[in-house]
């Protein structure tokens, strides 16, 4: 079946760090691929996506590449804030019984400290 | 930009009593929502899927019967936990699919949740 496997957290890292938050998913078919985040007692704001074979997606100076050979959507950020603390859920989307449904991971909680 | 409006966000109840939450989209139309639940530190489970006008499609294991959905319109939808236990109590969170555009590239946007608790 459709899955995402997220690297388990938590990440603790200091500020200004290099991030890297590792998801590899199994699919069938050509599936859409989303990094979303969500902060504490919100709900998930999608931070970027990609939607085919080495589509890359960036916001706020995070991006994510879509690697269908190692089927990975690993997310990076250069420089971390102690804004970024969140936990950030790595999803895939693709179609089943007829629907686009999005498949979560575990999602990986990460948190920035000054 | 697109907002999901979820309502309440908080709510605090006995043991036998129903709850229902809504789901608006306030600025776009949704012909399709979805229902997940979310226990502490943990992802999101799919619940259910809803179109507008039709029956829920309900994931496996979920009881159609314990939660229910109604989606009216192109910008409600709500789910009604009937005879809510304490073991009910978690994260609810609502997601609304954007109509416009390819179907395959509609955005999907989230609410904030509603935290259920029963005592």
């Known amino acids: 079946g459709n899955s995402v496997t997220q690297m388990e957290g938590p990440v603790t890292l200091s500020e200004e760090a290099f991030l890297t938050i590792n998801c590899t998913y199994t699919a069938t078919g050509y599936p859409s691929l989303f990094w979303y985040v969500q902060y504490p007692g919100e709900g998930l704001q999608l931070l970027l996506k990609?939607?085919?074979?080495?589509d890359k997606g960036s916001n706020k100076g995070f991006e994510a590449t879509y690697r269908k050979e190692t089927t990975s959507f690993h997310l990076e950020k250069g420089s971390v804030q102690v804004s970024d603390s969140a936990v950030y859920f790595c999803a895939l989307r693709t179609k089943s019984g007829g629907y686009n449904k999005l498949i979560f991971g575990a999602g990986t909680r990460l948190a920035v400290h000054p | 930009g697109a907002v999901v409006s979820q309502h309440p966000s908080w709510v605090i109840c006995k043991s036998g009593t129903s709850v229902k939450i809504e789901c608006r989209s306030l600025d776009f139309q949704a012909t399709t929502m979805f229902w997940y639940r979310q226990f502490p530190k943990q992802s999101l489970m799919l619940m259910a899927t809803?179109?507008?006008?039709?029956?829920?499609?309900?994931e496996q294991g979920v009881e159609k019967d314990k939660f229910l959905i109604n989606h009216a319109s192109l910008t409600l939808s709500t789910l009604t936990v009937t005879s809510a236990h304490p073991e009910d109590s978690s994260f609810y969170i609502c997601?609304?699919?954007?109509?416009?555009?390819?179907?395959?590239?509609?955005?999907?946007?989230f609410g904030d949740g509603t935290r259920l608790s029963i005592l």
């Open positions: 990609a939607t085919k074979a080495d």
């Open positions: 809803s179109n507008e006008g039709s029956k829920a499609t309900y």
């Open positions: 997601s609304a699919r954007d109509s416009q555009g390819p179907y395959s590239n509609q955005p999907q946007h």
